[in-house]
């Protein structure tokens, strides 16, 4: 997975549940405690999300993680940019199953 591919998913993941701990998000991306570490931090220093204790939590450890104006506008053109891509390799897929379904019919295999 690109660096760019887990911050979208993470953005993702922090939009719909903002309390995940970090091991949580982790297991739910399939990837180590320490990307999400430094995952997490890096986009709280471009301002993407931000990070507060969950002050009703029984761990003081726990944080929130908080898209910010910028995170949210960023997700989206991220989301537009990762739609774009899959929707360009699934085109040339197609094509090439197109060419090789023709590829098969004309040597008369089925």
Avoid: H
Wanted: proline share 2%; charged share 30%.
């Amino acid at each position: 997975m690109s660096q760019d591919e887990l911050k979208l998913k993470l953005l993702r993941q922090l939009s719909d549940n903002p309390e995940l701990s970090q091991r949580q998000l982790a297991d739910e991306l399939g990837v180590s405690l320490g990307s999400i570490n430094y995952c997490l931090k890096a986009l709280a220093d471009v301002g993407w999300i931000k990070m507060s204790n969950f002050a009703r939590s029984q761990d003081k450890r726990a944080y929130v993680y908080l898209l910010t104006p910028k995170g949210v506008a960023e997700k989206t053109a991220m989301t537009l940019r990762f739609l774009k891509r899959k929707q360009n390799e699934y085109e040339a897929l197609k094509l090439e199953i197109d060419l090789l379904q023709a590829e098969v019919e004309e040597s008369g295999a089925r």
